[in-house]
Each structure stands twice: as structure tokens, then as C-alpha cells.
């Protein structure tokens, strides 16, 4: 059986004028994502994540290419169908907790705020906010305002404000970046367990390497278009131990481009142009005439990629 | 950090916060220079006004009778300049002077004996200064000699004079006519004297008046006019006057050793009266009053001028003080603008290790190069666009404006939560909670707003511009603010637990806000009470005003339209079937001096006044309140007697004497209610006035006095009655005449312009309060709209946070400054402003224009939200709540 995917970018642009001068944020990103999955971003400083996630978040627009959600094309909604989408469809947790949460309101009542824009009975939406709570290990700040609870206790009730609704994909940016190593891990705790017991399709930007660790897929994105992907699997080893593999793809956009990665550039020196040969099984880059020429130590300092 | 440096940051950095306060000191700067100028020149305007409004009253004069030595004339005029001082000298206008004869009836005319039977005539001689500038002759020519005439008598000497056609048409005087006149005193017997005894005239010109306003035609009255005598007297006498050279009319008076009259004149020039130098000129004017020859009744003029100035500085002050507070407030909101932007540099130049002395300073320095060129720019500008009085008022507002900026700035900067990331702290929860030194200060801000507006209704009238009262509106505004500020949570809180359990999100997060962060809502409170309590404050002066206007005007007319007349010979029904009249009551005065027997044995002669009390009461049930003298009349007396009132000053009658009351075959007793002053239909002197129905059987076919409610037309009225015009008073006209008082209009003219620009000020603050919260509350609309709150769900929570504040502080507004207007009305010296210089004057709450002033403001208001929401609605979410790290 097939699924259709939760997200899908498909030569997303994304152009800013800041100050009469052009920005390319995103130049053509490709993207997709299953439902369920639990994915995370990454990428330098710039690089367009952010601008991909309020994309994605429907808090901005997209300036051509094609980005859908659950099957809301985000580049023609309408200001009543945007915010239906913000409402049911997509949840959005802030690096700053504090963004997400109402400061007079208690922790119980800010997760039943979306509810309550949604028109949700006040019974129904008690008991959301309660199991939300006690989902999330928070269930002890139910009368807190933000001003009384940590930093973890926030960020696990602005996720909780942010799935009330029970939306499809709920987007991320980094959640855990002003928090702690400890309270970092029982945020990201919090949202597997979002993941895994709600169904909901989690995207998450992040610097950090480690939280990067702690999912399935992550993305990298450089220069506003997918560069590379890791996947992880777990793998009994030989004694019988989990261990958790790790492999890097890089992403073959529609066009058929490929984004060489980084260290790859540097360590054989290729600029301007390579030379690419077909092979039964792969397809080998070799620097191009005129070029430096260092490599694995073949023959013509071939270099294959696979 | 160099001032070129900051004056570069002001211009780069958060340019429109910088620009705003900028333009709030200038604007500021220029007002609060402007304003005392304006006002002062105001002010005098209404001494110069007095002044002018007197007209010729208010002219240095002197009289003499002496022999006619022109030389002597213009010596006097040269004394009084030389021996002025400088201030007097500078209002000293040209002088003027004029010697005349009493008037004198002719005996012959052209040599023949004057006869017309029932119509002698009469002719005054005057010889003003400078005859030939002041008239242009028509026929003939000026006068140029003395002739010598030889008549039965003898000789005789004849005196050239001109005459203008009217008083030449009056007199049948042609060109070349020659008089001869009796003695002098013989005037009144009108006896024929030997001819030749005294010097006659010769008439040589027909002249007319060059300009016919100048001050001569009012001295020599009869030139212009001829006099034609009183109709019905007998002799009716006809009386004109002819003008003459002073040199010529000095041969006369050396013939006849008489003294002639000679009038001098020397006009105050009002436009160069000032407060500034009023008291020494009138202490002047006295001194030379005390002297014996010159007069003036400026003194007399200006003698309630004082009261009234300072019943109008006090007034005035108020506005002013406003005025001053809402600048104030407009540059504190600014500054908090500005601090709030700076608020980030503040926060990393800390974390660098910046000592906040150091900060503060450099912040001082930074809001000094934002405030002070357009404080002195604004200032300069009112200094050159606005006339008036300099003082250290305009001065010192403009920089206390600077002042405030630059304490503001680094206060409320270093206060400033910083948005940074990365440094933005979690408050705490004991921040959230009011400070016990927070709470101390706002309790002392409401004692002593409590204190200053129990001091202000405890002031005297007449101390001029008064701190207490001038700030008690604002000071009470405050307060309130305050206090509803601390006890606004309390109240939503019992609102809350049914909202929340509604499914309606708005009034729900709206309350919820203000209950438990009413900090947002305080300053839109504070400037909108203040706003509307400046606006309620000074409608309730203004209609105390208007109103001691109205009983004034019932209290002097008793009516809309009183007739008083002796020659009424038809039922005062007439006047009742007369358009627009609605009641009338009639009135018979008694005037002829009725004997009245106390109860303690002596008797007066008074006049009676018979009035229909239920009547009267019908026509004045238009009235404000009911006419003293009426009230008096309808009251109940001790001893059960009918009640009546007694006028003018008597010594042997008491108030609660019983006095019987005879007219004609009626007596009866009445008790003297009140001892008053006029009441209208009586004439001057003392009268008892009684309730009709106790002299019924006495009464006489026609009225004497009709009161009348309802607007008629005098003339209407005056036909009906078959009366003189000028026996009609209309209650309205009374009324324009207490209007059209200098001082009050002009207090009234500055009143309502400091109000209205101070409600416009206040306005404005509101807004900016509005403006400096907007940020934050955008910044929440935006993450409610992230979690699928729709534009119009914004539109509604964004009116829902701000309308009902709005309200609430309207609504105490009203309250507040009616309740202040209310209080300190007494210091403000409504008696003196409005004219009515007796009794006590009623304070009245203007309901209806606090609460235009209060929905204009409100409607300003929500203005900024409807613009505040179209502009929220364009921003892009992204760019607003910027996801990932900042940029």
C-alpha cells in the first residue's frame, strides 16, 4: 500500500528583498516526507532551513516551485484556508518556548488555546489538555503560567500547545537550543514520544549534531537546496548488541544535479568542471582538463560516485 | 563615544523612534513656548479690550471755567505730558481741547427782535483746538475775525462762527446772520437784556465734520444734533451749537469777564496697555485725580478688572498646567519608545561588562542630541511666530520637555526587558508581582491627588493661576488611573471562570490579559482619563458658566420678556396671543409712597408691587432654577401671613416684620420674606412686592408690569401694548450684553482652545500608548495566528484587548473630571467670570460634551487599533515571529 507523502518540495524558490537587494533563500529544494517519519534538518548558518520551515509552517510563502502539506499546495491558500491549515494541519514549536506560550495564561490553558480557536467544547478540551499534559510529564505545571515553570517545562507545553489539535506534521526549530543537555533530552524525549504515540510527522531544524543522532532521516540542506541525506537503521551486531548504522546520500534533485558534498570539493580539488563517466554500476567524477589532479591513487585520480 | 557619533546613531538607528521624540519635543517645545505667549497676549487683549469697551470714560480729562487763553490750553496738555511717567506718557494720546458758553437764547437776529412764540432758541458757542483741521465748510467760511456792529445799543462786537446745516436749519440760521443774545444766567427766565451788552455772532460758513468720529462731535453735542427739547415742556426749546476760533471767542470773554468752560482731553491708548504696567498707571491716575483737576474713569473701569484677571489666570492656568502634563506624557511615551529600542544595545553592551552609570550617561547624552535642536527650534519658532509677553514660562516648559527626555531615556532603557536572543531573561515570579515599594508610591500618588483636590475645593477665588488647581484634574486623573489599574484584575477575575468555559475565544484571552498582565493597559488607562478628564473639567466650568449666565439673566428680567410701563391700556391677554409667547403674568405697581404700619408701631412709605405668583412661576418655569424673589414669594413664612419681599434700603423693616398693606379700600397683612435687591418690574428705590390676590379688590383695569415666557419680538410686543420699544427688556438681550463681557469671552476663547488641544495632546498620547504596546501585542496576535487564529478572530481580540479599557478609562474620565469640576469650581470664581458678582453660583456637570469629547477621543483611538490590525494583517508571520537564529 502506498501512502501519499506528508511534505512535498519540489523546486521550492524562496526570494527575499531585504533592503533592495535580492536574497535566494531556497533555489530549487526538493523534499519529501512520509507520514510518520521523524525527521530533522540541518545545515550552516543561511543556509535556508528556517526559511523552509516557515514555509512548510505556512507562516510565509514561497515564491515559486511546488511545497504541499498533507495536501494543502501552499503556494495558493487563501487567508481562510492558511489559517485552517494552521490550525489543523500544522503545529510549530519555537526555539524560544516563551514564543509559543501566552504568559498569562496557566500551562492547562495554553494547550487548550488552539482548541479553543477551533470552537472544541470546553469539556473535550480539558481532557485534551490533561492527557497532553500528562503525555508530556507536565501535568504538575497544569496551573502554571510560563513564568513559573523551567525551561523544559515550557518547551514540553509549548509541544503540547502545539499538537493540541492534533495536527499532522508538527514543525520544529530547534526546540531544545536554549536548554541544557539534561532538559534537552527529555524535550526531545517528549517529542518521540509525540512521534511514536501520536502519529505526527515531526520536522525539526537544528544545529545540533546530536539531536541530528536521534532521528531516523536528516536532511542537510546547503546554499538553499538539499545537499545530502543520512538515514539511520538499528542493527543487531554479531554479540547481539543494537547498534544504530548510519549512511549519507546525496540527493538527486529532479533536474538530475547532484550535490557533491563538501570535503569531497576540497579534497580533490575540483572547481568549474569534472568529468563524468557512466559506468555498468555507478557513475565516476574525474577533475576536469586543466584541473589539479590528486585523488584515491587510481589511474587518471578517478574518484566514483555511487 | 563622541556626540557626532550619537547625532549619526540617532540618524541611522532606529530612525523613527528617534524621529518621533524628536518631533514630540519640538512640537512640545513649540506649544509649550507658544501657549503662555498666546494666553498672556490673550489676557491683556481683554485689559486693552476694557479699556476700548469704555470708550471715552476711559480718557484723562479736566474741566475748568476761566478766561480763554488758548496759550493756557495747550500748557495744561504740555504739563500733564512732562510730568507723566514713562509708563503713563507711552498710553497717552493725542490731547484735546475746547472752551464753551452756556447755552444763551437769542434776542435779535439781523438786528430784529426774535419772536416765535412757543419755540425760543438756544445757542451754545464753542471753540475747540484746531477748528479748521476737524471740519470742511460747505457755504461761507471759517471764522477769521471780530467785527464791530453798530446796533440800538451802541456798538457791538460780533464773533465770526460757523454752524453745521443741521443746527443752521434748526436755529433758521443763514450765512451772514448776525445775533444778539441776553446776559449770561439769563438763560433760564429766557428776559430780553439790553442789545450791544453782550458780544453777538456773526454766522460766516455752513461746515460739516471731517470725520465724524472724532472725540469733538461728542464734546460739542449740539453741533452735529440740534437739541429739540423735551415734547410735551413748555417752552419746548430748540438748542444748537456753533463753533468758533479760540482766538476770536477770547474777545467775547474779555468783553463780558466771563469764564468759559474749557474741557481738556487726552485720550489712553488702549494698544499700548499691558498687565505689566497697569498698577503703576492707575496708582498714577489716582494720584492725579487726588490732584484735583485731572480725572479718568479708567480707575473706575478697571476697578474689578483685577478679580476678574485673576479669576481668568486661574482658569487659564489650568489649561496651561494641562497642556504642559499631556506634552509631558507625549515625550514620556516617546522616550519609552526609544528606550525600548535601544533596550538591545543596552542589553550587549552589559553583557560586555558596560557599567550602568556609564550606560546612563551615554544614554542622557544620546536623548540630549535627539531633544535639544528641536527644543530650541520649536521654542525659537513660537518666540518669532507668536505675539505676547515673554516670560521664563514658555522657556522653562521647553526645556523641563528636554528635561524629561533625557531622564527618561536611560531610566526606562536600562529598565527595558531586551528582545536579543540569547540574553532575553525569564522573569522571575516575583517581578511579575507589584513591588511593595511600587504599591507604597502609587498609594502616595492617590493620597496626594486626594489631598490636592480637597485643597482646591478648600481655595479662595481670586489668588490667579493656581498650582493646586490647575494640577488637581490631572493629579485625580492619575490616581484613578491607578487605582484602576490595581483593581481592574480583581473584577475581571470574577468575569473569567464563565468565559473560559464559553467557546468564544476573544473576550475570554482579552480578559484573561488584562486580569492577570493589566500592565499593557495602564498607560492607554492614564492618558485617556486624563485625556477625557481635561475635556469633563473644563465642559463642567464652562456650563457652570453659561449657566450662572442663565439665573443671572431670569434673576434681571424675571422673564423672557418684561414690560414695565405706565401707559399699558390693554389686558395683558394681548401678549399671550403674540407669536412664540407661552405665559404671561401680570403685575400693578402702586408707585405713589403708601403708608405701611409696622407691627412695631412705625411706618415707611413704599412702593407696591402686586404680582400674580402663579403665574409668574408659570412664565419662569423655563428658568435654570427659580428666581430668587420668586422663590421667596412662594415660600412659607412664620407667621402664616402671605409672604412679600422688600427692595432697596430700609432701615425699619426687618425680615419676618408683618406689615399691613393698604391699597386703596383693601389692607392686608404680609411678612417680609426677604430683604433683596432689585426685582424685576420694580423701578429704583424701595418697594414691597405682594402677592396679587391680597390686593384684588384694589386693582386698577390695567397692568403696570407684564412678564412674559415664550420668544417674542420686542417690537411685536411693544405695538401690542401700545408702549415704547424701549419699555420692553428682553431676557435674551440681557444676555448678549453679559456675553459680550472682554474677559469672559476671552477666557472662554482660551479655555476651549487649551482644552480642545489638550484633548487632541491626550489624544495623541493615547495612540502612542497604543503604538508602544503595539509590538508586543502584534507579536502575540502572531503566535495566536500560528495556531490558526483567523484575521478577522484577530481583528475582534485586537478591539476586544483595547475597546473595553478604552471605555472603562472614558467612563472614569467623565466621571473624574466632572467630580473635579465639581470640587474646585469654587477656586475658579465662577461669580466673577460669568458677571454675577452676588450669592453663591450652582457648579453643573456638561454630561453631553464630556461625552462627545470622551467618543472623539475614543473614536482616535480606535482609529490607531483599526490601523494597528490592517498593518498586523499585512505583516508575514515569518518576519514577525523569525524562526531560527536571528539575523
Not at chain 2, 493756557?72 to 498710553?91: I, K, P, T, V, Y
Not at chain 2, 464563565?498 to 498582565?517: D, E, G, I, N
Not at chain 2, 418655569?621 to 401671613?641: I, K, N, R
Request: contains cysteine.
Amino acid at each position: 500500500m502506498t501512502t501519499e507523502p506528508s511534505i512535498v518540495c519540489d523546486n521550492l524558490v524562496r526570494i527575499y528583498q531585504t533592503e533592495g537587494v535580492e536574497v535566494v533563500a531556497l533555489q530549487g529544494l526538493d523534499l519529501l516526507v512520509e507520514p510518520g517519519d521523524l525527521l530533522a534538518i540541518v545545515g550552516a548558518s543561511g543556509s535556508g532551513k528556517s526559511t523552509l520551515l516557515n514555509i512548510l509552517s505556512g507562516n510565509d510563502v514561497p515564491t515559486a516551485g511546488r511545497a504541499s502539506v498533507a495536501g494543502y499546495d501552499l503556494l495558493e491558500l487563501s487567508g481562510r484556508r492558511r489559517a485552517e491549515y494552521r490550525r489543523d494541519v500544522a503545529g510549530f514549536v519555537w526555539q524560544q518556548a516563551s514564543h509559543g506560550l501566552m504568559p498569562f495564561l496557566s500551562a492547562a490553558e495554553n494547550v487548550a488555546l488552539p482548541l479553543l480557536i477551533s470552537g472544541v467544547p470546553r469539556r473535550e478540551r480539558t481532557e485534551r489538555a490533561a492527557e497532553l499534559l500528562t503525555l508530556l510529564d507536565i501535568d504538575h505545571c497544569r496551573d502554571h503560567r510560563p513564568a513559573e515553570m523551567s525551561g523544559g517545562e515550557q518547551q514540553r507545553c509549548a509541544i503540547a500547545v502545539a499538537v493540541a489539535n492534533r495536527p499532522q506534521v508538527l514543525f520544529a526549530d530547534e526546540p531544545t537550543g536554549e536548554l541544557d543537555s539534561t532538559t534537552a533530552d527529555e524535550v526531545f524525549a517528549a517529542l518521540r514520544r509525540t512521534n511514536d504515540e501520536l502519529g505526527t510527522t515531526i520536522v525539526i531544524v537544528t544545529h545540533d549534531p546530536e539531536v541530528a543522532e536521534h532521528v531516523d532521516r536528516t536532511v542537510a540542506i546547503r546554499d538553499g537546496r538539499t545537499a545530502s541525506e543520512t538515514l539511520r537503521r538499528t542493527e543487531l551486531t554479531a554479540e547481539g548488541h543494537e547498534r544504530i548504522v548510519a549512511e549519507e546520500y546525496a540527493v538527486l534533485d529532479r533536474a538530475g544535479r547532484v550535490q557533491l558534498p563538501r570535503e569531497f570539493v576540497s579534497t580533490l580539488g575540483l572547481r568549474d568542471r569534472v568529468r563524468l563517466e557512466l559506468e555498468p554500476d555507478h557513475v565516476g567524477v574525474w577533475p576536469g582538463a586543466g584541473g589539479p589532479v590528486s585523488g584515491s591513487g587510481e589511474p587518471g585520480g578517478e574518484e566514483e560516485a555511487r | 563615544m563622541s556626540v557626532w557619533l550619537l547625532v549619526r546613531r540617532a540618524l541611522t538607528t532606529h530612525r523613527g523612534a528617534a524621529v518621533l521624540l524628536a518631533v514630540v519635543v519640538g512640537v512640545g517645545a513649540f506649544l509649550g513656548a507658544a501657549a503662555p505667549r498666546w494666553v498672556g497676549e490673550r489676557l491683556d487683549d481683554t485689559l486693552r479690550g476694557t479699556v476700548t469697551a469704555a470708550g471715552p470714560a476711559a480718557q484723562l480729562s479736566a474741566r475748568d471755567a476761566r478766561q480763554v487763553q488758548p496759550a493756557d490750553f495747550d500748557r495744561e496738555l504740555s504739563l500733564l505730558d512732562s510730568g507723566a511717567s514713562a509708563d503713563l506718557r507711552s498710553l497717552l494720546g493725542e490731547g484735546r481741547w475746547s472752551t464753551s458758553t452756556g447755552a444763551r437764547g437769542f434776542v435779535t437776529q439781523n438786528g430784529a427782535q426774535v419772536d416765535d412764540g412757543q419755540r425760543p432758541r438756544m445757542v451754545n458757542v464753542r471753540a475747540p483746538d484746531d477748528l479748521a483741521g476737524r471740519v470742511r465748510v460747505v457755504d461761507g467760511e471759517l471764522p477769521a475775525t471780530v467785527t464791530s456792529a453798530p446796533g440800538p445799543g451802541g456798538d457791538a462786537s460780533l464773533v465770526d462762527a460757523v454752524v453745521t446745516a443741521e443746527v443752521a436749519e434748526a436755529l433758521r440760521l443763514e450765512v451772514g446772520d448776525t445775533l444778539a443774545f441776553e446776559r449770561a444766567g439769563a438763560a433760564d427766565d429766557l428776559a430780553p437784556v439790553e442789545p450791544g451788552a453782550v458780544p453777538g455772532l456773526r454766522v460766516t460758513g455752513v461746515i460739516e465734520p471731517l470725520d465724524p468720529d472724532d472725540p469733538l462731535w461728542a464734546d460739542a453735542r449740539t453741533a452735529l444734533v440740534p437739541d429739540l427739547g423735551v415734547p410735551g415742556s413748555e417752552p419746548r426749546i430748540t438748542t444748537g451749537t456753533v463753533l468758533t476760533d479760540p482766538t476770536l471767542v477770547a474777545t467775547w470773554a474779555a468783553a463780558t469777564a466771563d469764564r468759559f468752560d474749557t474741557e481738556w482731553h487726552v485720550p489712553l491708548e488702549a494698544d499700548a496697555l499691558t498687565s505689566a504696567i497697569l498698577d503703576r498707571v492707575t496708582a498714577e491716575l489716582r494720584q492725579l485725580a487726588g490732584g484735583g483737576m485731572w480725572s479718568s474713569g479708567l480707575i473706575t473701569t478697571l476697578e474689578a478688572y483685577p478679580a476678574q484677571r485673576a479669576a481668568a489666570e486661574g482658569v487659564v492656568g489650568f489649561g496651561i498646567v494641562s497642556f504642559a502634563a499631556l506634552c509631558g506624557a507625549l515625550v514620556l511615551l516617546s522616550s519609552r519608545l526609544l528606550a525600548e529600542r535601544r533596550a538591545d544595545e543596552v542589553a550587549l553592551a552589559r553583557t560586555r561588562g558596560a557599567a550602568d552609570g556609564r550606560l546612563a550617561r551615554l544614554l542622557a547624552l544620546d536623548a540630549a542630541v535627539v531633544a535639544v535642536p528641536p527644543a530650541v527650534v520649536g521654542a525659537a519658532a513660537a518666540t518669532v511666530a507668536v505675539d505676547g509677553p515673554g516670560g521664563w514660562a514658555g522657556p522653562a516648559l521647553a526645556a523641563g520637555l528636554v528635561l524629561v527626555a533625557v531622564a527618561a531615556v536611560p531610566v526606562m532603557a536600562l529598565r527595558a526587558r531586551s528582545n536579543a536572543a540569547g540574553i532575553d531573561a525569564r522573569p522571575d515570579v516575583a517581578a511579575v508581582r507589584p513591588s511593595p515599594r511600587r504599591l507604597v508610591l502609587e498609594a502616595a500618588a492617590v493620597a496626594l491627588a486626594g489631598l490636592g483636590l480637597w485643597l482646591a475645593g478648600t481655595r479662595q477665588p481670586g489668588a490667579g493661576i493656581d498650582p493646586v488647581v490647575s494640577l488637581a484634574p490631572i493629579l485625580v486623573a492619575g490616581a484613578t488611573g491607578l487605582v484602576i489599574f490595581r483593581a481592574l484584575p480583581h473584577l475581571v477575575r470574577a468575569v473569567l471562570p464563565p468565559l473560559r468555559r464559553a467557546r468564544t475565544l476573544t473576550p475570554f484571552l482579552a480578559l484573561a490579559r488584562t486580569a492577570r498582565t493589566p500592565g499593557h493597559a495602564v498607560l492607554p488607562v492614564i492618558a485617556l482619563l486624563v485625556a477625557i478628564g481635561v475635556a469633563a473639567f473644563g465642559g463642567t466650568v464652562q456650563a457652570s458658566v453659561e449657566r450662572a449666565r442663565e439665573v443671572s439673566s431670569w434673576e434681571s428680567v424675571g422673564a423672557d420678556a418684561l414690560i414695565r410701563s405706565d401707559v399699558i391700556r390693554v389686558d395683558s391677554g394681548v401678549v399671550e396671543s403674540l407669536p412664540g409667547a407661552d405665559a404671561v403674568a401680570a403685575g400693578y405697581l402702586f408707585t405713589n409712597q403708601r403708608p405701611v404700619n409696622l407691627d412695631n408701631g412705625r411706618s415707611a412709605g413704599v412702593d407696591v408691587l402686586a404680582v400674580d405668583i402663579d403665574a409668574w412661576q408659570a412664565v419662569t418655569s423655563g428658568a435654570p432654577e427659580l428666581p430668587a424673589a420668586l422663590a421667596a414669594l412662594t415660600g412659607p413664612t412664620a407667621s402664616g401671613a402671605p409672604a412679600a419681599l422688600i427692595t432697596g434700603n430700609i432701615d425699619v423693616v426687618d425680615v419676618g416684620d408683618q406689615l399691613e398693606v393698604t391699597i386703596g379700600d383693601a389692607t392686608t397683612t404680609v411678612e417680609v420674606a426677604e430683604s433683596t435687591g432689585d426685582v424685576p418690574g420694580t423701578d429704583q428705590g424701595i418697594a414691597l412686592v405682594v402677592p396679587l390676590d391680597q390686593v384684588a379688590a384694589a386693582l386698577p383695569p390695567w397692568p403696570d408690569v407684564i412678564y412674559v415666557a415664550g420668544d417674542v419680538d420686542d417690537d411685536q410686543v411693544a405695538a401690542a401694548l401700545g408702549v415704547d420699544p424701549s419699555e420692553v427688556t428682553l431676557r435674551t438681550d440681557v444676555l448678549a450684553t453679559s456675553s459680550s463681557d472682554v474677559v469672559l469671552d476671552t477666557v472662554l476663547d482660551v479655555f476651549q482652545v487649551v482644552t480642545a488641544a489638550s484633548a487632541v495632546l491626550a489624544a495623541a498620547a493615547a495612540v502612542l500608548a497604543l503604538a508602544v504596546g503595539d509590538r508586543g501585542r502584534q507579536h502575540g496576535l502572531s503566535i495566536l495566528r500560528t495556531l490558526g487564529l483567523t484575521a478577522r478572530q484577530s481583528a475582534v481580540l485586537t478591539a476586544s484587548d483595547v475597546v473595553p479599557i478604552c471605555v472603562l478609562a472614558a467612563v472614569a474620565g467623565i466621571g473624574v473630571g466632572t467630580a473635579t469640576g465639581l470640587v474646585t469650581a469654587g477656586a475658579v470664581d465662577l461669580p466673577a467670570l460669568s458677571g454675577v458678582l452676588v450669592g453663591g453660583t450652582a457648579t453643573v456637570p456638561d454630561l453631553p460634551s464630556a461625552v462627545v469629547a470622551a467618543a472623539a477621543v475614543l473614536a482616535a483611538v480606535l482609529v490607531a487599533v483599526a490601523v494597528s490590525v490592517v498593518v498586523g494583517r499585512r505583516a508575514r508571520l515569518g518576519s514577525v515571529l523569525r524562526a531560527g537564529e536571528p539575523t
